[in-house]
């Protein structure tokens, strides 16, 4: 267990070493937060986005969003907002987006892509779904782009509601090794707090590194991501109110710095 401390004035995450599991531009964005906040960030991805295994069918889709087919688009992923700026889709004035949460809805303005709802207590598919079939009480044609690997969460609660919903895969989700530093500095306790961002990367934690100390910090990107990791077999520390990184951040920046095992060694 993990005292809470107080913030020091600036720098509450002085002295911690904190391994960020993607990379890119979303781990370049959570490693400036981290050493805003005086961390020292690893980036090591676990995971990494592959084509879908199916990209007719994504193709078709996407030549449908553009021709306005879709009085909805919903978005449950920064890696989803990627896919879409890949392929130069330009959605229509009257197709609406809908983003999970504020991580991905920055992602859509990022590039340029507006967005018409996130939703306003719960950050996950069912909170979309939940806010999308109060806002609408006829049936809407609704485009949902997943990964491979997603529940159908949203899926099922829309078609329930009585939406026609088209469920698209567009992208994979694949492991990546770490490099055996990286696993050595884990083991050693030499990485302060691993943040967890995802079910996937959970699964990767807890697959990689077989011997994570018992001082190391599991942190959790807000409930849901938390359930997961319990269930991959991770013991979770810390829990983010809100799923976006600020609040993950800021919730391991109230624990103390646990002890590292080989802190000063390079």
Do not use: C
Not at 20 to 30: L, S, T
């Amino acid at each position: 267990m993990n005292a809470q401390v107080d913030h020091k004035a600036g720098k509450p995450l002085s002295g911690w070493r904190v391994l960020v599991p993607r990379g890119g531009p979303w781990g370049d964005g959570v490693a400036a937060s981290l050493r805003a906040q005086g961390a020292t960030p690893v980036v090591a991805p676990l995971i990494n986005f592959a084509p879908t295994s199916d990209q007719a069918t994504l193709d078709t889709a996407l030549e449908d969003l553009r021709a306005g087919h879709f009085d909805w688009l919903t978005v449950t992923s920064a890696t989803t907002v990627d896919v879409l700026y890949a392929h130069r889709v330009q959605i229509p004035v009257d197709t609406r987006i809908a983003a999970v949460g504020e991580t991905t809805a920055a992602a859509l303005q990022a590039v340029g892509y507006r967005v018409d709802l996130v939703p306003e207590r719960d950050n996950s598919a069912a909170g979309m779904a939940e806010q999308m079939i109060a806002l609408e009480p006829e049936a809407r044609r609704i485009l949902t782009l997943r990964s491979e690997i997603a529940k159908p969460v949203l899926t099922r609660m829309l078609v329930e509601a009585g939406h026609d919903v088209r469920s698209v895969v567009a992208y994979r989700t694949v492991g990546v090794p770490v490099t055996d530093r990286i696993a050595r500095d884990v083991a050693s306790g030499r990485i302060n707090a691993i943040l967890v961002t995802s079910g996937s990367v959970a699964e990767q934690v807890h697959l990689q590194f077989a011997d994570i100390p018992a001082q190391t910090v599991i942190a959790a990107i807000g409930p849901r991501t938390a359930k997961d990791a319990r269930r991959a077999g991770l013991d979770v520390d810390v829990i983010a109110e809100r799923q976006t990184v600020g609040a993950l951040i800021e919730a391991v920046s109230r624990l103390a710095l646990p002890h590292a095992a080989d802190e000063v060694q390079l």
